[in-house]
Structure formats: structure tokens, C-alpha cells
């Protein structure tokens, strides 16, 4: 055989090796257009986000070792986060969103098709056994529909450097990591994310009066005996008209049952007690059993005498004593001036943190304070345990003006002739009429949000920050000071305004009462 043919057999033989080679490299059946996925959508059969009934989110949690999973999910017509009890997820629209991203969501860039970058790119899968160290690992986010089917299934990584909208995907199960542009697409494991953290709906400004009772319970015979405490009261009532015309005065003023000799009211501590109340947040939740539920929900919201319900509210701090429902911590009622009642008891504190706090854990002994010689845990947060119930009370509202007595008309109305006294009594009807609908407007709004608010408080207990029962539960040394001496020049500043403020007036924005 001459050189040249010698040469040509060889090179046929090269090139049949590497195209076997290459075949035996590629999946079977796949072009190479299949092996260039840029721009893509990852889910093209998932077309429609209200296809998504379950969204699960499983990332790794350091503290326990183990993956921890979160997860809402559509039952009976509701929102609810099975790992929280069903607790409802207020934050239904971040769900819908969260599935129109992940709709959307497209190969932009190829990044990497090696295993061994996994790591590096933060999307090791933390469902993998195998993945024995939480570094590198991702957030796994998997959507399914009402048959459990799997509509979208994703490991979310790290930021891509120089893209600020990006983050690394995988989709399990693959190498091939990509960037993608994360618009709307929410992978949030934090309880108070999916929920409506803010626990009472009070307006701070609406809040009337507070009514602390300083009472203790003690068990004797296995019965829950009430000591008597103090009983404070404190009254937001309308500030009086300024001594200086063209002063400035707050709108109300409060002010106390009995002021010790020598104190003034401490507005400072109402003042903070209104705001917490009016911003107080959920931490955690604990199902109340279903027979104290319902109790709850019923017409009179009496309990009844159930030892389940009764040993569930001891385990919590509460009990049901000969005078009526208490706490050992703390009992504090509030009227607000759309005609609401709330009855607020504070409970035991709990120390925890993460799912341990939000949700509690299957040791029940976990949920109680640890004793002195054990030490708070590592990271956990003080928080306390918290029993709300509502009652709407017309009597609360402003009531609509009566039909006026003669003596009230103005004096000089007789001598009007009859077509002015006419449509002067027409207009004060009118008055009436009007101010009577709005009354009967409140009523039937201070009915349906004691309603809605009795039925969500019914099932649950709370856990609330221990900085706000701080806050909240006050006794009448706190509720007083010494009194403040009025700064030199009568305004907010020692010594006078400062320099360059004329005429001993403030700026706009800064007038006190403002």
C-alpha cells in the first residue's frame, strides 16, 4: 500500500473513532440545537400561574442540620402553611406572583455544565443527601398543581457577579447551570413573609382607653384562685384650648385614675404602649385545641369546663379562674373608637428562634423557658405567649344627636318668620338624619370586624416579642413620673430655641403638637 492510501486509511479511521465518540458523548436521539438552550423558558408547559395550588421551598438550615422545608398550599378554598398548623397565608398575591416569575422565568446565559461547579455556584441541591456541608448549597423551590403534579421544579444559587437581577438556577437532576433574571419570583422561608404580621388592626390614634389589671393566679387544690392587684385606668380625653392664642396644643391629653402625690402622668410610656399596640407582631403561632376554638367562636365566647382546653391554656400561662379568664403576666383591655373591646393576656415566655419560635416543636417542654442553670439557647429570642379576644360595644361610639328641646333652639329663632324657622328645622333634620346613617354605618362596621377578628383569634395562640409585653403591661409606677420642668422660653429646647430661629416661633413641621 503506498503512502498516501496509508495516510487516507488512517485518517478515515480518526475520524470514524471521533464521531463515534461524540455520538457515544451526546443523549440519544438530541440534536445539537438541544444542546444550546439559551433563552428558553424552563417550564413552557407551565402556561398559567393559577395552575400552582402548592409552592414548597426546601434551603438548609446550619443551627439543626437538617433541610428545612416551607411550604403554602390551597385547601378547602384557603391559603395555609401546613408547616404552621394551616395557619392562614395572608400573603396569597406573593404566591401568584412568585408563580408568575417562575412562568417567566428563561435561560438567559449558560454558565457552567459541571458538576464540580455546583458548589461554587451555590446550587447544591439541599435535598441531597450526599451534599454533606450547607456550603454551596441552594434554595430548592418546587411548584405543583391541585393533582400534585410537578409544574416547576428549581434550585436558585447564588448572585451572578456583574448582574444584579441574576442569580444561578439549576434545574435538579441536570448539571447545566444558567443566569436568569429573577423578576417577581419570591423564595422567602420566613413565616412572617407569607402572613399578616400585625396582629391586632389597631389605629394608635383610635385608642380610647387602657385598662392595666395587675392581677396574680394562684393553683390551690388543683384550682386556679385569682389574687387581686391593682386596677389602673387610663383615659385619652380631648386637650383643652391653649391659655396663649395662636398656641399650639396636642389633640388629647391622657390622664390617669389616681396620680400618686407629687407624679404627673407619664405620657411617654402611653404613648409607646398605643404604637406597639397598634403595630404588634406575630412571631409564631400555636393551634388552641378544638374545643376551646369553638368555644371562642360561639355566641357567648364562654369556656366551658373542658380539662383538654383547661391544660392547654395552663401549659400556655392562662387560666379560667372563679372570677373570670386571666393571666399570671399580664391583663391589659383596650377601647378604641370604632367601638371595639379587646381583652389582651399575656402569657409564659418562650425563648426559641427560626421554626422553633414561629411554630414551636414536638417537645412541648421546648416551648417553656429554660431554667437559670441552662442558659438561654444560642440565638434565640425572648418572646411571650399572647391570648386575644374582641367585643364590639356600641356604647363606645359617639352616639347620633338627639331631637333636640325647645330650650336648645337659638334664642332669636321665634322671631324669624315661618319660612326661615321652616328651613332652619329642615337643615337640623337633615343634620340628624345624616349623622344617624353614619352611626348606624359604624355599628355595622364595629360588628363585622369584631366578627372577623373574634373568629381569627378563636383558633390561636400568639406568640408576641417580649420587648412589646415590656411595653404593654405596665404598672402604676411606670405609668407615672416626676414631673418634667418646662424648659427656659416654654418650648422643647434647654435653654431656649435654638440660634437663628426669630420670634420664638418653630419652623413648619416642628410645632409641637404636630
Known amino acids: 500500500m503506498s503512502d498516501l492510501k496509508r495516510t487516507g486509511a488512517y485518517v478515515a479511521v480518526a475520524l470514524t473513532l471521533l464521531a463515534t465518540a461524540v455520538l457515544a458523548g451526546r443523549p440519544s436521539g438530541k440534536s445539537p440545537h438541544d444542546f444550546d438552550d439559551q433563552g428558553q423558558k424552563f417550564f413552557p408547559d407551565f402556561t398559567l400561574p393559577e395552575q400552582a395550588t402548592t409552592l414548597e421551598v426546601v434551603e438548609f438550615d446550619p443551627s439543626t442540620g437538617d433541610a428545612r422545608p416551607f411550604s403554602v398550599a390551597l385547601k378547602d378554598g384557603r391559603w395555609v402553611i401546613p408547616s404552621h398548623y394551616d395557619y392562614p397565608a395572608d400573603a396569597k398575591d406573593r404566591l401568584a406572583n412568585t408563580a408568575a416569575g417562575v412562568l417567566d422565568l428563561t435561560k438567559d446565559t449558560i454558565r457552567s455544565d459541571r458538576a464540580e461547579d455546583h458548589k461554587d455556584l451555590g446550587v447544591l441541591d439541599p435535598l441531597d443527601p450526599k ?21 416547576a421544579d428549581l434550585i436558585f444559587g447564588k448572585p451572578v457577579p456583574g448582574q444584579a437581577d441574576q442569580r444561578f438556577v439549576r434545574v435538579p437532576g ?15 422561608t420566613r413565616f412572617s413573609d407569607w402572613i399578616e404580621t400585625n396582629l391586632l388592626q389597631i389605629n394608635p390614634a383610635g385608642i380610647q382607653t387602657v385598662a392595666f389589671y395587675n392581677d396574680k393566679v394562684e393553683m390551690r387544690g388543683g384550682r386556679a384562685s385569682l389574687v387581686p392587684g391593682d386596677h389602673i385606668k387610663a383615659e385619652r380625653t380631648p386637650a ?18 389616681e396620680v400618686p402625690p407629687g407624679k404627673e402622668v407619664n405620657t411617654q410610656a402611653l404613648d409607646a404602649l398605643t404604637s406597639t399596640l397598634g403595630d404588634l407582631r406575630i412571631v409564631g403561632v400555636r393551634p388552641k385545641p378544638p374545643g376551646l376554638s369553638a368555644d371562642l367562636k360561639s355566641a357567648t365566647g364562654q369556656i366551658q369546663q373542658d380539662d383538654v382546653s383547661f391544660l392547654s391554656l395552663a401549659d400556655k400561662g392562662f387560666y379560667v379562674t372563679d372570677r373570670g379568664f386571666y393571666s399570671s403576666e399580664g391583663n391589659v383591655y383596650t377601647s378604641t373608637d370604632d367601638g371595639l373591646l379587646y381583652l389582651l393576656h399575656f402569657g409564659k415566655v418562650t425563648f426559641a428562634r427560626g421554626e422553633a419560635l414561629s411554630a414551636g416543636t414536638k417537645d412541648a417542654k421546648q416551648d417553656q423557658a429554660p431554667a437559670e442553670t441552662e ?32 330650650s336648645e333652639w ?105
Open 174 to 188: 441536570q448539571n447545566r447551570v444558567y443566569g436568569a433574571r429573577m423578576v417577581g419570583v419570591e423564595i422567602s
Open 410 to 514: 337659638p334664642s332669636d329663632l321665634f322671631a324669624k318668620s315661618a319660612v326661615e324657622r321652616a328651613a332652619f328645622e329642615k337643615a337640623e333634620a337633615d343634620k340628624r338624619t345624616l349623622a344617624s346613617a353614619e352611626y348606624a354605618q359604624k355599628v355595622e362596621a364595629g360588628k363585622k370586624k369584631a366578627e372577623d377578628l373574634k373568629t381569627r383569634f378563636a383558633g390561636w395562640y400568639y406568640v408576641v416579642p417580649g420587648e412589646a409585653f415590656r411595653k404593654v403591661v405596665l404598672d402604676r409606677a411606670s405609668l407615672t413620673r416626676d414631673p418634667v420642668p418646662p424648659t427656659p422660653g416654654g418650648g422643647p429646647f434647654p435653654g431656649g430655641l435654638p440660634p437663628g430661629f426669630q420670634g420664638g416661633s418653630l419652623p413648619p413641621g416642628l410645632q409641637m403638637g404636630r
Open 375 to 406: 442558659g438561654t439557647p444560642d440565638g434565640a429570642v425572648e418572646s411571650r405567649f399572647f391570648f386575644v379576644t374582641v367585643q364590639f360595644k356600641p356604647e363606645l361610639l359617639p352616639a347620633p344627636p338627639a331631637e333636640p328641646v325647645a
Open 131 to 151: 451534599a454533606l456541608s450547607y456550603e454551596g448549597l441552594g434554595k430548592r423551590m418546587t411548584l405543583k398543581d391541585k393533582s400534585d403534579r410537578v409544574l
Open 240 to 257: 383643652a384650648a391653649p391659655a396663649k392664642p395662636g398656641a399650639t396644643a396636642p389633640a388629647s391629653v391622657w390622664k390617669l385614675d
